[in-house]
Nanobody, 116 residues
Framework: QVRVVESGGGLVQPGGSLRLSCAVH????????MGWFRQTPGSQRELVAA???????NYADSVKGRFTISKYNGDNIVDLTMNNLKTDDTAVYYC??????????WGQGTQVTVSS
């Protein structure tokens, strides 16, 4: 059974930084992409950043230049470094893995709150 385990998150002031980490366990199948999504109450879950198995990255326009996604090949681990955080970044952040063509494996979510 595939497990996606997240860590990090918490409360930070505007302009501050946080790092989220995610590890995928329990699969022998190759993971094509790993990514971070976020969701606020009443809104749809949105893609924040994703990285392919070859290292290509994709970012939401709202986080470009501030967030960096990094993947540790062979370990199924991905980090999201978030700098210059804004109040609009407040959300529950979810890590996900794409095995095949589906974002089918999800973590439990971790809260990020940006507030003074």
């Amino acid at each position: 059974q595939v497990r996606v385990v997240e860590s990090g998150g918490g409360l930070v002031q505007p302009g501050g930084s946080l790092r989220l980490s995610c590890a995928v366990h329990g699969t022998s199948l190759p993971i094509n992409d790993m990514g971070w999504f976020r969701q606020t109450p009443g809104s749809q879950r949105e893609l924040v950043a994703a990285i392919t198995d070859s290292g290509a990255t994709n970012y939401a326009d709202s986080v470009k230049g501030r967030f960096t996604i990094s993947k540790y090949n062979g370990d199924n681990i991905v980090d999201l470094t978030m700098n210059n955080l804004k109040t609009d970044d407040t959300a529950v952040y979810y890590c996900a893995a794409k095995i095949g063509n589906i974002w089918g494996s999800w973590g439990q979510g971790t809260q990020v709150t940006v507030s003074s």
